[in-house]
């Protein structure tokens, strides 16, 4: 691992790798530079790296480095700086994003080259050979090798940022952004499978942020901006299901949505809820759920009509038709007619489910299971005055199948109502969530209740009918699929019929002990006798007794009266008291909710003073790290000239050493010094203390021979001057 004293050393350091080609290098030693843990605080050379890190990861598609080196980064300048993190990011995913599209071109030109290089032959002999021994066009194996790297380093990079954004809230506007892109890479691809993975990713992300509610930089879904990033997010996932088809998870999408708007109890706007019923009619007829997809149409209609300024009339009549066609189209029997306790159980939480998606208020505990019916259903176009708004075919067409009694002549006269309903296509300019309207889809599901009609209608008035006869009266159909139809029918107790071929005729009703006409004879007939009798014998009409309760009438009012007046102010009261109550538990939520935040932001000022102060210590500590490696370095560097004017080998050459290792070596060197000035001075003085005995040894003969002569000197000297002072001594003559 290589140190370097700055980090603009080590920016160098990788750009001259790279310009001899040694990209691997390069990117090691920024990857060592931006993990490492002496460089955790923020500064713009950091920036200036990580650019020039994401670009080499993605020259070299090595997505496990850039997860990693951005994981670093975002420790680093998630409380600082946290811009930087988001330009790199976007530098990131252009460069992915650019190299991918470069790919796909660079295929597409070569596969137009490889058509084009030989006017005379269709295919080269190389191109022929590798076709049969691998099995694939030169087209798909020019793709495996250049552009499926690519676009799995995209998905890669897609994943990655989605990972590292997850829980961010500063960053919530680029997770959705990396979100739609990673929506579009797939739409714009057919990438079926990698969509299913995004679903289930963002779904999950979802789910952890529900569950880890603690986290410091979670987002809150409370706020107005972040849920409608995440609404937004949740509609183009379902926007871009719906276009690949994938309808199972459109209607997962559907969930999400449903999920998002109960987890925070709040209805996103008309536009939003426009798109999420539109699709939802497209995944109930794609899942053959006529009723909801009623419903559906329904809700979008009132929609459209309460929201929608600028819906026409004409838009409005389009609109209405189709929801009156989806709802005639549902089947006009119960298919759980018959079915056991558990199915019809699970019937019931089916509706309930569906309801909430389609937002009709189904209450769960009542027993009765056709609240979301087709005949509930068309009670409410008609209370709601949806059928006065249609076309005027689709009102024929309704009251002929729902209300008029033709057994003979209701399949003639649907007929050309059905092909003039069948070639309109409207196409909605004044609601953009819904481009067109096709009736054709509908066609053969109403051919198929005309044909319901004809036969229940037909079963009421007739016994018997040959086949031929029945074939003439509905001609939509060959009479094997009307016998198709109507074993459904007969299944689930629509119509009672028999199909004998031998006879070529058509038996309608049940002549058995089971039969409705026997079961019911009975009732039948006391019903007509209470009549007759009845008529027979009129009932004698009883005198009023009005003028009997007249006198104490005043006072029951005046009782009622009070009693009401007594009954409407306990409600007030009550009312107000729950009023107060609410009131009470608000402001106290208010003042915990101020205290926590209170307690969240002193936690937060304590945390920033404790990093700033941890802050300030690392970079003393740093200071004085680096001036001791100062020192130690000059103390080197000069031992160094010492031993290269004394013509010794260096202690280093060019080898990058630590601090510890340079202090050791200064120490070193300055006892080996120490020493060598030590035996210098031990041998000094012992010569100096040779030359001192050879000095004395040579001068103590000449110092006796000089005190010798000392001596006698001053004996002369002594008797000279005695007889000196004899002779001062001695008197005058």
Not at 37 to 51: D, G, N, P, S, V
Not at 157 to 169: D, M
Not at 187 to 199: A, D, I, N, S, V
Not at 584 to 601: A, G
Request: charged share 30%; with cysteine.
């Amino acid at each position: 691992m290589a140190t370097f004293a700055k980090p603009e050393n080590a920016l160098k350091r990788a750009e001259e790798l790279i310009n001899v080609g040694q990209k691997q290098d390069a990117l090691q030693a920024l990857h060592d530079i931006i993990t490492s843990k002496r460089y955790r605080a923020w500064q713009k050379t950091l920036e200036r790296i990580m650019f020039k890190y994401v670009e080499l990861c993605v020259d070299m598609r090595r997505g496990r480095f850039a997860k990693d080196g951005l994981i670093q980064y975002r420790i680093v300048c998630q409380q600082v700086n946290v811009n930087s993190l988001e330009e790199v990011i976007k530098h990131f995913m252009h460069l992915s994003t650019e190299r991918a599209e470069m790919a796909r071109n660079q295929a597409q030109a070569l596969e137009e080259a490889l058509d084009v290089d030989d006017l005379e032959a269709d295919k080269r002999p190389e191109d022929l050979m590798l076709s049969y021994v691998s099995g694939e066009k030169g087209k798909d194996r020019s793709d495996r090798e250049l552009v499926t790297p690519w676009f799995k380093f995209l998905w890669e990079t897609y994943r990655t940022v989605l990972e590292i954004l997850r829980n961010n809230s500063k960053l919530e506007s680029l997770y959705a952004m990396t979100a739609h892109r990673a929506f579009q890479f797939c739409k714009q691809y057919k990438r079926t499978t990698e969509f299913r993975r995004l679903c289930e990713i963002i779904r999950n992300h979802l789910a952890n942020l529900n569950k880890y509610r603690d986290q410091r930089d979670r987002p809150d879904l409370s706020a107005p901006d972040s849920l409608q990033l995440y609404l937004d997010t949740r509609f183009e996932q379902l926007k871009t299901a719906t276009e690949l088809e994938l309808w199972q998870e459109a209607f997962r999408s559907v969930e999400d949505i449903h999920g998002l708007m109960c987890m925070v109890k709040k209805t996103p706007k008309s536009s939003l809820m426009v798109i999420y019923h539109a699709k939802l009619t497209e995944i109930f007829w794609i899942s053959k759920s006529h009723l909801f997809h009623a419903y559906a149409w329904l809700k979008l209609f009132s929609l459209q009509k309460s929201f929608n300024k600028n819906l026409t009339q004409k838009d409005l009549q389009m609109i209405a038709s189709t929801v009156v066609l989806a709802a005639l189209s549902v089947a006009p029997y119960n298919s759980k007619h018959g079915a056991s306790h558990l199915e019809l159980e699970n019937e019931k939480e089916r509706n309930l489910r569906m309801a909430n998606l389609i937002n009709f208020n189904l209450e769960p505990k009542l027993e009765n299971r056709e609240m979301l019916s087709r005949s509930a259903l068309l009670s409410e176009l008609v209370s709601k005055g949806v059928i006065s708004c249609v076309i005027p075919e689709v009102k024929d067409l309704y009251h002929l199948l729902e209300h008029e009694f033709l057994p003979l002549d209701l399949a003639a006269k649907v007929q050309p109502l059905l092909i003039k309903i069948s070639k309109l296509c409207g196409k909605l300019a004044s609601a953009s969530s819904v481009p067109e309207v096709q009736f054709s889809q509908y066609l053969q599901a109403l051919e198929k209740l005309a044909t319901l009609r004809s036969l229940q209608q037909a079963s009421q008035v007739y016994q018997t009918m040959t086949i031929k006869s029945l074939s003439r009266m509905i001609p939509f159909f060959d009479f094997s699929v009307v016998e198709k139809i109507s074993v459904d029918a007969v299944k689930y107790n629509f119509i009672m019929m028999k199909v004998d071929h031998t006879k070529g005729a058509v038996l309608f009703g049940r002549v058995d002990v089971e039969s409705d006409g026997l079961r019911d004879h009975l009732t039948l007939l006391a019903e007509s006798l209470n009549k007759a009798r009845a008529m027979i014998y009129p009932p004698v009409k009883k005198a009023s007794k009005i003028a009997e309760i007249l006198p104490g009438l005043a006072e029951v009012v005046d009782k009622e009266h009070k009693k009401l007046l007594a009954r409407k102010t306990l409600i007030e009261k009550r009312k107000e008291e729950q009023e107060r109550q609410l009131l009470e538990m608000e402001r106290e939520e208010e003042i915990k909710k101020l205290r926590m935040q209170k307690i969240t932001e002193e936690a937060e000022q304590k945390r920033l003073a404790s990093e700033y102060e941890q802050r300030k210590n690392q970079r003393i500590l740093r200071e004085i790290e680096e001036r001791e490696l100062e020192e130690a370095q000059a103390l080197l560097q000069e031992a160094e000239k010492r031993s290269k004017k004394k013509g010794k080998k260096p202690i280093i050459e060019g080898e990058k050493v630590t601090k510890q290792t340079l202090m050791e070596l200064a120490l070193s060197e300055q006892l080996r010094e120490r020493q060598e000035m030590e035996k210098k001075l031990q041998k000094l003085a012992k010569q100096m203390d040779y030359l001192e005995r050879a000095k004395r040894e040579e001068a103590a003969p000449l110092i006796e021979a000089a005190y010798r002569q000392q001596l006698v000197e001053e004996k002369l000297h002594h008797e000279r001057e005695q007889q000196l002072e004899i002779e001062l001594s001695r008197p005058a003559t």
